[in-house]
């Protein structure tokens, strides 16, 4: 089943989660589009990327715009041999959205998910909205609460 921005504000009104989804007139599936389109630094963006460990069980890590994903860390942090990154057809599988249009939470199944500490560096981040055009922005405490993550390194 494929889902969209709409699903994401039913989810997040849902939970009562006073956060935005901001449409655009061009695709935002990018750090470079998004920090664009907003006019912040990339920092600001968290790239929400699904990785599949060697059980075949999905893991979302969530990391700010500037930095990369370290997959033995994030191996590490999930008790697991190792993590590939998951391909399009799997992102959409286990989430329901399209790579990069992948919001951090609000999938049908709740995904396990692991966020580097650097995105508390600021109280409002943006991530993907649930379209190649939407961006969702929310506070961080809101993030945490709605993803039920982990917050640990796992950027390089």
Do not use: H, W
């Amino acid at each position: 089943m494929s889902m969209s921005e709409k699903d994401l504000e039913l989810y997040l009104k849902d939970k009562g989660v006073n956060a935005r989804i901001i449409i655009f007139d061009k695709p935002t599936t990018t750090v470079s589009e998004a920090e664009n389109v907003l006019g912040i630094s990339r920092e600001r963006i968290i790239k929400s990327m699904v990785f599949i460990d060697d059980k075949g069980s999905p893991i979302l890590a969530i990391v700010t715009g500037d930095k990369k994903i370290d997959m033995k860390k994030l191996a590490k942090e999930c008790e697991v041999k190792e993590v590939r990154l998951a391909n399009p057809i799997e992102v959409k599988k286990f989430t329901g959205y399209e790579v990069g249009a992948t919001p951090p939470f609000g999938f049908k199944n709740p995904i396990k998910t692991i966020i580097d500490p650097k995105v508390f560096k600021f109280d409002k981040v943006y991530g993907g909205g649930g379209a190649m055009n939407a961006l969702l922005e929310i506070n961080t405490k809101d993030l945490l609460k709605l993803t039920n993550g982990k917050i640990a390194n796992i950027s390089k």
